[in-house]
């Protein structure tokens, strides 16, 4: 075994961790259960997204963080759904940074830490892949796809063309090396923390973009539940 | 009849062109028919979005910009589908600019034109309603919406992260008063014409956003394919 598949072999035997941040209320959602919660293709989209993590490695690690409201309802379901899969529950923050802090506190010790958003059902085996061999190599891998369509950035009245080959969209498993994550969350909160790249960003370490799935879309809309839905087929 | 009631009225007896611009050589489609032409719940792509004028206005005139190497194939499709839908044909040109200017060139009279994808067939009549009320009332109305994931700005081994909220993404039909978009469509090709929108601003018009819909997406990835199946059902 050589090189890039030696490389493989050896990114598989990491110890790996999914931390998943299922933290909405669902609001943009017209529907008063949280969009994690909404059964899909016969179960809870939740549990769909714990499920592929495990199916990509068994061995992997899964922590689950959940807005303290929503625990008791958690556990009713995962009886109701007979739904197995040993993970780890901590309370969400105020904010996604606090809720992503709160996590990464119950990972005692591994390699490498995937922070996923719970209601991304269908992110690909070979981003999560690419996630993995980048991350281990450079220290973090986000996953990021380019644009189709044209661009404006609006401003009130006024509003502009933008060159859409320089955007990308940004997804997740946003991935890092354990102790290089841990070490950018004990940074004080700030405002511009938006996602996990941008709290390492601030630590002055550069961000390694990698190569999404299209499918892997951020359920946020009632039509996009519809699009799940044909993707888990 | 008062107000927003008397002028959807107005809107809907102006004499009305859709101008459907199929000019995609589909390569991204990873299929040798160009995206256009691929069946889709019973009939090629183009006819769902040509007959998606004609539901919402059955007085709207059509006009289709065909590359020259596809007009027998096409006329072949209509008859092998029984598409009676009338409809005028030109021939595209070496770029959008172009094949759009032949389009316009066609339309000898009338207060509005829809600017359109060929594989866009999924506008809702909602969006179609905003575009002519805005159009009419200021010239040009085009659909938008907002960006749902992270954005970053990614160039060579840089990337940093954009504003989203400050983003829209830019749909079609691109909706013009006629004399407004034929004047601006005088003006000698640059390549930054990547739009209508682009075209008509480059005159000194302010450019006027209206809203979109998620589901109207351009069918760009095979993926989009079984998205637009699922929506057109």
Redesign the interface.
Known sequence: LQGKAFSSLLNRTMKKTALIVAGGSGTRMGNQLPKQFIEISGKPLLMHTLSLFHAYDPQTDIVLVLPAIHLDFWHHQCRKYRFTLPHLITEGGATRFHSVKNGLDLIQSGDIVFIHDGVRPLVSHDTLGRCLDTASQKGNA?P?IP?????????G??????DRT??????TPQTFLLRVIKNAYQQEYLPEF??D??VL?KTGE??H?VEGN??NI?I??P?DL??AR??LR
Chains 1, 2 share one sequence.
């Open positions: 986000i990021a644009v189709s369509e044209s661009v404006r950035w609006s401003e009245e006024t509003n502009y063309p933008v320089r955007l990308v969209l940004i997804q938006t996602d790249a941008s960003e550069p961000i973009l299209r499918e951020k946020t809309w039509e519809e699009v044909l993707f």
